[in-house]
């Protein structure tokens, strides 16, 4: 069963922490990618990588920074988490291309205190 | 630039059907469908390919209509497991080129009743 893992599925930062969020996938993906989900505004895009140590920076990108160091694990860094941040972040990953599948992950609700 | 879902939301009884418009300002190339179920991943529906191909899953259905950069989703004869919120996706290149990173929208909630 093909899968992509988020390391927390909850968790509760305070203002001005550094916070990392991990996301593993074990199908040999060449994409990566990180959303943020807001009720009413739907999946936006903060950053997406296409390879090791590649990024390129999605529709939101202001606040956050990404680390690929390995094909199968791409983070999320809140460099100082403030509470517009708070929200659910949803990690994916796809074959190289652009009309594959994306495979997400569960979800981590983060709430910045 | 985000495409625009209608409806946004929409209350079925078992055995109804639906449609889903998903409507972008700019020239699509592909529309990407996902289902996400409540506490649930998004899980991939369809990708639509320009050309005008109907795609179908199970009873669920979509069209790609380029020309009116427009997309449409029908489910039929809607079950209780049709409930979540649907979401489309388009890439941001307006020339087709994609990495695989999609715009999507703010997604259309559909509740399925017995």
């Known amino acids: 069963d093909v899968k992509v893992t988020q390391s927390s599925r909850y968790l509760v930062k305070r203002t001005g922490e550094k916070v990392f969020l991990e996301c593993v996938q074990d199908?040999?993906?060449?994409?990566m990618f990180w959303y943020r989900q807001d009720p009413g505004l739907g999946l936006r895009l903060i950053y997406f990588s296409y390879d090791v140590k590649m990024k390129e920076k999605g529709d939101i990108p202001e606040g956050y920074s990404v680390s690929r160091e390995k094909k199968e694990r791409f983070s999320l860094i809140l460099e100082s988490a403030s509470t517009n941040q708070t929200s659910m972040y949803l990690c994916?990953?796809?074959?190289?291309?652009?009309?594959?599948?994306?495979?997400f992950g569960q979800g981590t609700r983060l709430t910045v205190v | 630039q985000q495409p625009v879902q209608s409806p946004q939301a929409v209350i079925l009884r078992e055995g109804e059907d639906a449609v889903i418009n998903c409507s972008s300002s700019k020239a699509l190339y592909s529309v990407h469908w996902y289902r996400q179920k409540h506490g649930e991943a998004p899980v991939f529906l369809m990708i639509l390919l320009k050309g005008g191909e109907q795609k179908g899953h199970d009873k669920i259905s979509a069209s790609f209509n380029e020309k009116k950069q427009q997309s449409s989703l029908y489910l039929t004869a809607s079950q209780l497991s049709y409930s979540g919120t649907y979401f489309c996706?388009?890439?941001?290149?307006?020339?087709?080129?994609?990495?695989?990173?999609?715009?999507f929208g703010k997604g259309t909630k559909l509740s399925v009743k017995p």
């Open positions: 199908m040999d993906h060449e994409n």
């Open positions: 996706g388009t890439p941001p290149m307006n020339y087709g080129g994609s990495q695989g990173n999609l715009i």
């Open positions: 994916a990953s796809s074959f190289r291309g652009g009309n594959t599948e994306a495979f």
